[in-house]
């Protein structure tokens, strides 16, 4: 299995975990090629798309110093462009060696989304994660 594959599979099960946060939408805000997800019109990550010239990766705010530390040491980490990178923003690629597990980039995600939504939001969230054990 290629590296890219493998990149390309762990992008689609982040997408389909952020899909199944509450409330969350898909949305396409500059183009097909630009796959981001939102809620309460916010976006928490951005996904970019799969079939670009480059790796599949994706870029999440995280406010806690600790994530945040940490998802800057992943293999090709950088803060986020167009200035976002200063508001805690960080992009990861998936296709690198050592790139991090799907089950952290989860955990990433769910954080990025914990930091735009609305406190019904991220209280349903809660629930849901109890229930679950």
């Given at each position: ?66 994530l945040h530390g940490h998802a800057l040491t992943a293999p090709g980490a950088e803060p986020t462009g167009y200035g976002l990178g200063r508001s805690g923003w960080v992009s990861v690629p998936l296709g690198e060696k050592g ?35």
């Amino acid at each position: 299995m290629k590296a890219g594959q493998a990149a390309v599979r762990k992008w689609e099960a982040v997408r389909e975990f952020a899909l199944g946060l509450p409330e969350a939408v898909e949305d396409h805000p500059w183009g097909p090629e630009d796959c981001v997800m939102k809620v309460n019109k916010k976006i928490f990550v951005f996904l970019g798309n799969t079939d670009g010239p480059q790796p599949p990766g994706l870029s999440v705010k995280l406010k806690d110093e600790a994530l945040h530390g940490h998802a800057l040491t992943a293999p090709g980490a950088e803060p986020t462009g167009y200035g976002l990178g200063r508001s805690g923003w960080v992009s990861v690629p998936l296709g690198e060696k050592g790139a991090p597990s799907l089950q952290v980039l989860c955990e990433w995600v769910e954080e990025s989304y914990r930091t735009v939504a609305l406190k019904r939001h991220v209280k349903e969230l809660d629930a849901r994660i109890e229930a679950n054990g």
